[in-house]
């Protein structure tokens, strides 16, 4: 699945996959998402982040940093980061990447 580029998902270098708060994208396990990131160049390597409903609302930790499988990072070029989730579990993924300087 494809997600496209639009101008509100950059600011000052940085591509955020969708804003704080949501609404993250949905991630089944399995899945691999591409994202169109916009920057013209490869981005340093993203940060990725995981939660259980697409506000990342719920719980005492609702939105946490990405381990393992769960979210692998399978694409990295000049229009798109490709990132795969190697699990059986469902989240909903959030995450930004740097321009190199």
Known sequence: MTVE???EMLTDGV???APYGGPYQFFPGGR??????GL?????PPT???????DGKGGDNPLAQAAGNSAELV????QEIAVKNDTCSEFYLWFYALAPP
């Open 32 to 37: 691999t998402l591409h994202f169109k990131h």
């Open 48 to 54: 990725f982040f995981l939660a259980f409903t697409a």
């Open 5 to 7: 580029f639009s101008p």
């Open 40 to 44: 013209a160049k490869v981005p340093l």
């Open 15 to 17: 591509y955020y996959s």
């Open 75 to 78: 694409g990295l070029d000049e």
